[in-house]
């Protein structure tokens, strides 16, 4: 085996089975309250999780909703943000990656006393792309993973 091909072979094996990047999380109980899945009245909640998984576990991805950047997200973790029902648009990119481009934008409504599921998925190593799950797979999915925080948009 050559020199290039065990430096290749060790990098990928990094990148799919790496370091877990890791965010910080909330409370063991504040995770538990917002897996009830209790909407405040006439208020949206809307879940964006990564679920767990390897190729990527070494990345955490800044999450921009309606251009403010709330935070990082990591694999195996999720926000939980609290909104007024709108049409409201989610994107996340590396936090230092200069992309041109500009990532793509996931446009959505919320509705008044529901919840939104969002599933990302990394692409090309820089991009997260969103897409919605129904209730059931949605619940599924946030309930295997950790809180990073709750975030009220005004």
Known sequence: MTIARFFLIASLTLFFCGCLAQTPTASK???LEAKQFRIDNGKSYIYIVWPSGLAGGALALEINVNG???GKISRGK?????SEPKET???AALPLDKLSPPPPITYFSCQSNRCKYLEGNIQWG???LFRELDDEKGEKIINSSSLIRKIVLE
């Open 68 to 70: 403010k950047i709330i």
């Open 89 to 91: 648009n989610f994107v």
């Open 78 to 82: 999720y926000y939980l943000v609290v």
């Open 29 to 31: 109980q504040d995770d």
């Open 126 to 128: 820089a991009v997260m």
